[in-house]
């Protein structure tokens, strides 16, 4: 029932372009605790001018949960992940309307409150015997946790909406000529020879140690930079507000022995905090640990050796990280990779060897001598040969001849001809439906891309991040 109320008044591409709208967030934050029924600033984000409270979020949240069967509550509240995503939904369509919203404003429009009557009388769901009933309104209402006001404010927003962002619905003509032309280019097919020159054709001798270091000294092999790194994790739902504090109290005199000289160890033992010690790893390589997530490796890597990071609240907690050890990036020493280096030699030999064959077979093939080893094939831009073979002879001009390099293997390519496509109605058709999409898709990114420039979206990172639990 909800669902259709909200949708009455909106177009489906007003929908699709609320529904594509980013984030491009700068967070300003606040030093108030939000959460629950404390005071201050209870502002989740804002939208240009507007703001989208914390109260606006769950409302809608609850809404959103109440049109879903049990299933799907479950789903959402057995996985953590599953419930980020959701939130996050929840937040982004609400930041979308807001900026539909500020430029209906901004132009100027107004939908009066007879509008509104109109409007709530033609729903069917508030009919009875083919007329406006309020009992039947009054019954819909109150089980879809609206009040009079909540509704109308919502449908005014509704048609508003559908007022700035309607236009990106216009059906976009494509003229026949521009199908025909895109029609020749993806269903036309290419006449050509191909012959293949493999790598593995070519035999090579061992190499001796000195052509093997020449051969290092123009590939050297680096050692990607390591770091090895210990924390000190105090831990506390910090979604729950007398966890947070006493928490955050533990963690303040952590912080304070540490500055005054005191080992992390020492500090974390003398707290009853969890210490860890973590030894050298890669950027890409890191060990199995909870703390150790994406955004956490960044600032690792980013951070400087012997120092020892700021307070960082997480969701389980407060932490305290210290790189210990850089073992910077370097280059590996010859010896050490020396035995992995000698197939790498003999390939690249084989494939110098490889390349002055095809190229025999070009000049050949130049002189109108025949292509030897070929094959013949009608391609299409998906099917025929190897797709560097597809790749070049839709790329290259008829009449072109070519070295085309593969995995491990040489082709040379006769480009002999182009075949025009045979006329299929249905087929065109489809085309003329799929670019008629792509034009109005890159309208909707343009306008999309105009109205996160004109009402840009800044979010509150502390409420925000104690509202997903970041």
């Not at 089980?143 to 109308?152: H, K, R």
């Not at 036309?188 to 020159?197: G, K, L, Q």
């Not at 095809?358 to 070009?362: F, G, I, Y």
């Given at each position: 029932m909800l669902e259709y109320l909200r949708n009455a008044s909106e177009k489906p591409i007003a929908k699709i372009l609320i529904g594509i709208l980013a984030f491009s967030f700068v967070g300003w934050g606040v030093a108030e605790w939000i959460f629950g029924g404390a005071v201050g600033d209870n502002t989740l984000v804002r939208v240009g001018g507007a703001e989208v409270?914390?109260?606006?979020f769950n409302a809608e949240k609850s809404r959103e949960l109440a049109q879903m069967s049990r299933e799907q509550?479950?789903?959402?509240?057995a996985d953590a992940a599953e419930q980020a995503r959701f939130s996050n939904n929840v937040l982004m369509n609400l930041a979308g309307q807001q900026m539909a919203l500020n430029r209906a404003d901004d132009l100027g429009f107004v939908v009066s409150d007879k509008r509104i009557a109109q409007e709530i009388r033609l729903f069917p769901d508030f009919q009875e015997n083919g007329e406006f009933s309020t009992f039947m309104f009054d019954r819909v209402l109150g089980?879809?946790?609206?009040?009079?006001?909540?509704?109308?404010d919502m449908l005014r927003g509704n048609i508003l909406r559908s007022m700035v962002l309607g236009g990106a619905g216009a059906p976009i003509a494509v003229p026949d000529f521009v199908v025909d032309a895109a029609y020749n280019a993806r269903y036309?097919?290419?006449?050509?020879?191909?012959?293949?020159?493999k790598f593995s054709d070519f035999s090579v001798a061992n190499p001796t140690d000195e052509q093997l270091e020449q051969f290092y000294n123009q590939n050297p092999q680096m050692v990607p930079e390591k770091r090895a790194v210990s924390y000190v994790l105090i831990s506390a739902d910090t979604t729950k507000p007398d966890e947070y504090d006493a928490g955050y109290a533990t963690a303040i005199k952590v912080e304070d022995d540490i500055i005054a000289g005191e080992t992390m160890a020492d500090a974390a033992k003398k707290h009853n905090a969890k210490y860890v010690v973590l030894s050298e790893f890669e950027r890409d390589k890191r060990p199995v640990d909870a703390v150790l997530t994406d955004k956490m490796i960044a600032r690792?890597?980013?951070m400087d050796e012997a120092v020892e990071s700021e307070m960082i609240e997480l969701k389980d907690g407060f932490l305290f990280v210290r790189v210990d050890k850089i073992y910077p990036e370097h280059k590996a020493d010859f010896e050490n990779v020396k035995s992995a280096l000698i197939q790498d030699w003999k390939k690249e030999e084989q494939k110098k060897q490889a390349y002055v064959r095809?190229?025999?077979?070009?000049v050949g093939?130049?002189?109108?001598?025949?292509?030897?080893?070929?094959?013949?094939?009608?391609?299409?831009?998906?099917?025929?040969?190897?797709i560097e073979v597809l790749v070049a002879a839709f790329r290259?001009?008829?009449?072109?001849?070519s070295i085309v390099p593969g995995a491990d293997v040489f082709y040379v390519l006769d480009v002999k001809g182009a075949i025009a496509p045979s006329q299929d109605g249905q087929k065109k058709a489809k085309l003329k439906e799929e670019m008629q999409g792509m034009l109005q898709n890159n309208l909707i990114e343009d306008y999309n891309s105009f109205l996160k420039r004109e009402y840009p979206i800044e979010i509150n990172e502390k409420t925000y991040n104690r509202f997903f639990g970041m």
């Open positions: 409270s914390a109260q606006q509550q479950r789903d959402i509240y089980s879809s946790g609206y009040s009079e006001a909540q509704f109308a036309a097919m290419r006449d050509i020879d191909y012959a293949t020159v690792i890597f980013a095809a190229n025999e077979l070009l093939l130049n002189n109108n001598q025949d292509l030897k080893g070929k094959k013949s094939a009608k391609v299409s831009r998906t099917d025929g040969a190897p290259d001009a008829v009449g072109t001849n």
